[in-house]
Structure formats: structure tokens, C-alpha cells
């Protein structure tokens, strides 16, 4: 649908980056150095933009849209039956982060209300770079990195804030930071974060996610004591499949085990079965293992526990796993600093997501649990 109408209440810019979250299920640390998807593979960011434009179906009537050529949204917007029109070119062979910054800087310059985008936080960067102050910008989150403050918990979540602002409602509009990090160092295990600057975005309730925040401040005292409970409690025939993140590391390095910081691990009979899996390799060792347990922790400040730096646990794997056979590890300030939300599932799986949702106990130190929320936002 290309319509020359111009009635619409509400104008949207659309950029989808058709490569954004190619590299998680494979353990890659950030997409910005790979291919695009190859012919036929459903491209993450294009399905969880398309997921968001199915949480606006109801107000079809009142958004026009304007958006880029090909698989940066003509193609998701042609099959969508909302009205849009395209601007600027692509040249043939894949997209860039120069296409990105210069179809951004076209759309805010055909006058949008709100420049809505799918991506990671180099998406994030690159339209942080090429939009005028004071535009209002909100992220659907599709990347492996997703640190800045930019993002919405997940498409849906997206899709509600547009339907608030459709209607009229009372919506703030905050600078959120937008952050990135060097994919190089990343992979050697390195966390260098860089503030890029900041963006206006729309919020509501709690729609949107908090930047990433560092939990170097927890006492050792508090780690060990966690590792200690689940060693004590390990099932030593049982597969465990370990999450990045320093909380869970601190079970590895109890364990003795070389484990990855950033990536996850495979540990049975208490030792190591390989480190920093994708995917394909934890349902190898699925096929084998007659339990397994996955171990993770939610990222600080935002309470994500899954679909966030840790997408090699596909929907598959969790689904193969099981609810019941979830560790989630977490201290006391971690769950203090959410300030009462609750921690997030965005597996890309929305049945999945409600599934898991529900009280889950997380285990906070030695013989210390506490019951929290789990909720797919």
C-alpha cells in the first residue's frame, strides 16, 4: 500500500536493520561485522518490528507511515496494510550504518512525529548521530546489545506506547542515554562501554527499559555465598547450561572451571563441557543429557532475564529445558534497584513468554531465596 493520503493523525518514520540480532543465537557478542541473512532466513529484526505493528492493528486508521526501501521496511510495511510511503534509495548489496544514518536524517526531515526503529544499540547509535535534537525516537528491541535507555521491554511494549500517544494520552518524554561497546573487546571477554549521547524518548508505565547498569559494586562475600548454594544443591548427573554475566561466573569459578563471562557454558558432573556456546551446540548437548538445568541472572538495572546478551537460549532450549528447571541467581540490591518491576522475559516467542510468566524463585545467597515476579512485560 503506497497511498498519496495525508489524513493520518499520527506520522511514524520506520527504519528496520534487517542484520540487528543475527549474531545472538549463534553466541556472536553484536551483529555490526556480519551478513546480512541469508535468502529464505526470517530476519529477527523485521519479525519483531512486524510484532509491533500487530500491537497497532487497532489504530490502522489514525498512523501513516514513512519508511525506507526494501528490508529496512517497505517490505514489512507492503504486507501490513497500513498506509506509507517510501523515501530516499538503497544501493544494491547489503545495508549499512550509512544507509541507517542517512534514511534517519531524511524521515525527520519529512516531518514525522516519532521515529520508530528495530534494532541493537549500534542501530541506536547510528540514528542517535543523524536525528535533530528534541525528535522523539523509540526503539524496538531486535539486537544481541541493547544497553541504552532507548529501547521498549519489548515490541509490544512498543506497539502500546504508540497506541498512547495515538490516543492522547499523558506520555513523558525523557533523554535516555544511548550506549555501545566494542564488539572486539567484548568477545576477548572486555566490557568497554561508551556513552554516545542522548535521545528523546516516549514513556509510560514501565514500557520502556532502563540502561544497562554495572553490578561491579556487589561485595565477593555476596557471590560466593550464592555459588555456594548451588553447588550444594547441583544434581551432578544433570546438564547445566550457565548464562553470562558476573553473578552466574561466580558458580564457574567456584566450580574451578574456565567459564566465559559473556557467553554461556556447559558444565556437567561438575566439570567443563565447552564454553561460550551457540545455539546449535546446547541442543547437541540436549540431545544427550537426561536433565538439564539452566542457570542465569537478570541484567542489572533493566531485570531483562531473557532475550538480552543471552539468545543462544533460544525458545527451543528453554522449551526443552522447562520452566521447572530454571536457576535464577540474583543479590538482594540487584532486586532492590528494579524498585519493585518485574523481571523480564523477550524470547522472541510471545507464548513462550507468558508461559513462563509468574512467581519464580531466585536464589540470593546461601540458603536464601526470596519469590519474584516474572512477567513477559
Known sequence: MDSDQTNALFTIGLIVNPVAGTGGP???????????PETGQVARAMERARRTLGALAPDVAHLRFVTCPGSMGEALLAESGF?????????????????????AARLCDRGIDLLLFAGGDGTARDICS????????????????????????NPEAAGQIVRRLVAGDLVDLRERDVRDIDEEAFRRGSVRARHYGEMQVPEAGHFVQRVKESGREV???????????????????ALYIIGPGTTTRAVTEALGVEG?????DLVLHGELVAADVDAGRIESALDR???AVIVVTPIGGQGV????GNQQLTPAVLRRVGRDNLLVLATKTKITELGGRPLLLDTDDPALDRAYSGLIRVVT??????LYPLSAG
Open 26 to 36: 549463534r553466541g556472536e557478542k553484536g551483529s555490526d561485522h556480519l551478513p546480512p
Open 83 to 103: 498506509d506509507f510511503r517510501v523515501e530516499g534509495t538503497l544501493e544494491p548489496g547489503p545495508t549499512s550504518a550509512r544507509d541507517t544514518r542517512r534514511l
Open 289 to 291: 543429557a537426561p536433565r
Open 260 to 264: 566465559t563471562l559473556l557467553g554461556v
Open 219 to 237: 561485595e565477593a562475600l555476596v557471590l560466593d555465598d550464592i555459588a555456594a548454594e548451588v553447588l550444594e544443591t547441583m544434581d551432578n548427573d
Open 305 to 308: 532475564l531473557f532475550g538480552r
Open 130 to 153: 543523524a536525528v535533530p535534537p528534541g525528535q522523539a525516537v523509540l526503539g524496538i528491541p531486535a539486537g544481541v546489545k541493547m544497553h541504552s535507555g532507548v529501547f521498549a521491554v
Open 365 to 370: 545467597g546461601y540458603r536464601d531465596s526470596i
